[in-house]
């Protein structure tokens, strides 16, 4: 997959100025535009899985990009859970990878 953006100048749609942001993904910095997403960041960054499984370790990132399937669940200055699609990156955020451990009844 190729990431392609498309300059503010050519949207038709409210086009607006582009600053630049940055922000952290396991200590690594990933840039980026203002108005982004975290996902949208991190798969322009090149990135395409962030969390993997609890059961099987397996990798896992953007599915559905619209919030409902919570794969691309990240932790994002300390708050857990987070969804990356949903959340707009600031200037500065340090995002953590999530994997939980399945709980011993599950094993």
């Known amino acids: 997959m190729t990431a392609r953006r498309l300059p503010a ?17 396991d200590g690594e910095p990933v840039p980026g535009i203002e108005g982004q997403t975290i ?14 499984t609890s059961a099987e370790g397996r990798p896992r990132g953007l599915f559905c990009g619209i ?4 794969d691309c669940i990240v932790t994002v200055n300390g ?14 955020d340090v995002v ?11 094993r």
């Open 9 to 25: 100048r050519h949207d038709p749609i409210r086009p607006r100025g582009e600053r630049a942001i940055g922000i952290s993904v």
């Open 39 to 52: 996902a949208g960041l991190v798969l322009a960054s090149g990135r395409l899985a962030w969390r993997t």
């Open 67 to 70: 919030g409902v399937c919570f």
């Open 79 to 92: 708050e857990r859970d987070v969804r990356a699609c949903q959340r707009r990156a600031t200037d500065g």
């Open 96 to 106: 953590e990878t999530q994997h939980d451990e399945l709980p011993e009844a599950a």
